[in-house]
């Protein structure tokens, strides 16, 4: 049993095991005016190695592709289109905690998202106010801890 051991630890450190790809999928914020430039996109983002599939909705300026992909190289084939393109930066509303902080809120976000606050230059709270914030909670009103 030892030696088994041993020689399927030998063999793997001698042997490249070939990486398995991840399915993932990737949202890119696109800027398209009409249908013209999502059928363009979807065209570029569909030649991408790994795509299985692409969806544009150009009214929402979001990309969408599904598949064997790497995100820097979807990012790369949509920018090679010489469109202003970045990583969607939206979350639905309820996955935020506290999503009306300042600089949290944005007004040319689409309805029921907001910006992600793991973005850089987004407030976020410290942990005292945190503290503060979750003192007076509605999902517990007995939590006071000043009384």
Request: hydrophobic residues 35%.
């Amino acid at each position: 049993m030892g030696v088994i051991g041993t020689v399927e630890y030998l063999s793997d450190l001698f042997v490249k095991k070939k990486k398995k790809k991840q399915l993932n999928t990737v949202s890119l914020k696109v800027r398209m005016d009409c249908e013209g430039c999502g059928l363009k996109m979807k065209n570029v983002l569909s030649r991408v190695k790994g795509a299985k599939s692409v969806e544009v909705d150009w009214k929402q300026q979001k990309a969408t592709v599904y598949g064997y992909v790497e995100p820097k190289k979807v990012l790369a084939a949509a920018k090679a289109t010489g469109k202003k393109v970045e990583m969607w930066p939206y979350v639905p509303y309820n996955m935020i905690a506290h999503p009306y902080a300042s600089g949290v809120y944005d007004k040319k976000a689409p309805s029921n998202l907001v910006r992600d606050t793991n973005e850089p230059g987004v407030a976020t709270l410290n942990p005292v106010e945190e503290q503060y914030a979750l003192m007076f909670s509605d999902d517990n009103p007995t939590a006071c801890s000043i009384m």
